[in-house]
């Protein structure tokens, strides 16, 4: 069993940054595969960035590519996702996810276990 718990959201500025945590319960953090995925009001989720369980591998969306870092840190049983110049269409819960049988999972339906989400607001 694994849970998950977001912090690091909040209001900033367009241009700003944040950094999104997400900690891990459990002893085998290293056997999942972590995403983010964000949703907007009237949208569906949709996947930010994923990293594989050694860290070596990750994929972002194109939306995102050169702004945003996903990054573990195994011994501390945390990812984060590093936002930088974010923009007003970068406002959404922000969730992370894990799963144990996929290197780099894409899909939401592919992912076992999600946190409770951290709301991101960037103001224009």
């Known amino acids: 069993q694994v849970q998950l718990a977001e912090s690091g959201g909040g209001l900033v500025q367009a241009g700003g940054s944040l950094r999104l945590s997400c900690a891990c319960s459990?002893?085998?953090?290293?056997?999942?595969?972590m995403g983010w995925f964000r949703q907007a009001p009237g949208k569906e989720r949709e996947l930010v960035a994923t990293i594989s369980r050694s860290g070596g591998g990750t994929s972002y969306a194109d939306s995102v590519k050169g702004r945003f870092t996903i990054s573990r840190d195994n011994a501390k049983n945390t990812v984060y996702l590093q936002m930088n110049s974010l923009k007003p269409e970068d406002t959404a819960v922000y969730y992370c996810?894990?799963?144990?049988?996929?290197?780099?999972?894409?899909?939401?339906?592919?992912?076992?276990?999600w946190g409770q989400g951290t709301q991101v607001t960037v103001s224009s």
């Open positions: 459990g002893r085998t953090f290293s056997s999942y595969a």
């Open positions: 996810a894990a799963d144990s049988v996929r290197s780099l999972p894409l899909r939401p339906r592919e992912y076992g276990y």
